[in-house]
């Protein structure tokens, strides 16, 4: 599919965070763009003030008939009307994957994939590359704080485009990378992909599509990393010098890090980051990676850099003085709960954490109960949520208290909503943080309320 050829374009799941950015970008090409979602939000919100045509509606009615092509997101139910009605009348319907395959085949592509780190990544490269004024399409699943946007276009007309490659679904095997990012390789989606092995399998053809003469930079010490393709490849990593590249001398000072850049043929001085946790370190050593790939001066870099301001729930400080931090982060997987609370203990060694996690997805909670107690273990106290569905149903015997029951920290209750709300207005608290790919989100507003209030 050509994408120049596309006049009029009609997304069903129109809100989605990968979605609304395709959205935006036919829109900015001057396509006539239309759209179905089934909840008003604030995303949905800005695509109609956009002059994107939005509808809740589920009907018949609701769609666009003059519609060139239709992208479906696979979160869309198999009974959705408008999907199916396209189907029956034999429109041209699409994966978001097929849309965003179009764009790596018609631009210079950097694709970030991981089972973790990849939204902080992604956006970083983008951030530099526009804070530069390389220029870059970016299409994130997350965020920036900087743009207050998933998606902006090349001002100066570069042909590049920065993505997120999502793994659900095998989405991310439709891309064709010219430089090709990979954060983790970590088991996840077992609903998808039933194994571990399956999902590194995944990862490893994930790299075989990197164009001829193309990179991957991948991190260092990946299991099976020896079987990752690219014609050129190159390591990165937090601190191990066996890395092509690597932070050396990192300082913690107020919740930002200072640090160098070293490895082969680079030594960056004085890097400064302004977001929290150490891991975000490390993405930063990733997208460093990217820009000096792209021959980006390194002042210019280290600019960009220092004026990252992060992502929406990606170690966001909500609330941040002498008495008390609020941290909001998305970690819905094991190890980025690892590193959430890590990273938080270590930035406020004296300080008591306290961690209110939302589980997501019944099989996420099923395969890797044990994993999220041991990481959630780690925080001085622990609230559960219930478990948020998203798509799934109800699993027997699978809920909170599943983790619950597996953990030895003795500190841990399981609340409603409501019940985390009445915690946070009276007990005492340090540095809390709440994290999760649900609703948890929802709470973030009210909850820096009720503690400003304290």
Known sequence: MNIDNI??????GIGGIGMS????????????????DKTQTDLTTALIQENIGVTFTDAETALDKEADVVIYTPAIPEDNAILNWYRTNNYPVFKRSDALQWITEAMFAVTVAGTHGKTTTSTMIAHILRHTGYGCNAFLGGISVNYNTNYW?????????????????????????????????????????????????????????????????????????????????????LQSAGADIYADRIQMKQGTYQFD?????????????????????????????????LQIPDEDIKDA????????????????????VYIDDYAHHPEELQALIKSAKTLFSKKRVVIAFQPHLYSRTKDFAAEFAHALDMADEIILLDIYPARELPME??????????????????????????????????????????????????????????
Do not use: W
Request: charged share 25%.
């Open 7 to 12: 006049k009029r374009i009609y997304f069903v």
């Open 21 to 36: 950015a395709l959205a935006r970008f036919f829109k900015q090409r001057n396509a006539e763009v239309m759209g179905y």
């Open 153 to 237: 276009h090349a001002e100066n007309d570069n042909n590049i485009a920065v993505i997120e490659a999502d793994e659900y679904d095998r989405s991310f095997l439709k891309l064709y990378p010219d430089v090709a990012v990979l954060t983790a390789m970590d088991p996840d989606h077992l609903d998808i992909y039933g194994t571990a092995e399956a999902v590194q399998e995944a990862y490893i053809q994930y790299t075989a599509n990197i164009k001829p003469g193309g990179v991957l930079i991948r991190k260092h010490g990946l299991k099976q990393g020896a079987l990752l393709k690219g014609d050129h490849k190159m390591t990165y990593s």
């Open 261 to 293: 850049v070293m490895g082969k043929g680079v030594f960056m001085q004085g890097v400064q980051l302004n977001v929290g946790g150490m891991h975000n370190v490390e993405n930063c050593i990733a997208a460093i990676a990217v820009a000096r790939q």
């Open 305 to 324: 850099v220092a004026a990252f301001q992060g992502v929406k729930r990606r170690f966001e400080y909500v609330v941040k003085n002498d008495h008390l």
């Open 397 to 454: 015997g699978v809920d909170s208290a599943m983790i619950k029951s597996k953990m030895g920290n003795p500190n841990v209750t399981i609340l409603s909503k409501e019940g985390l709300l009445s915690y946070a207005a009276s007990a005492p608290l340090e540095v809390f943080i709440t994290a999760g790919a649900g609703d948890i989100d929802k709470l973030v507003a009210p909850l820096k309320e009720i503690i400003e209030k304290r």
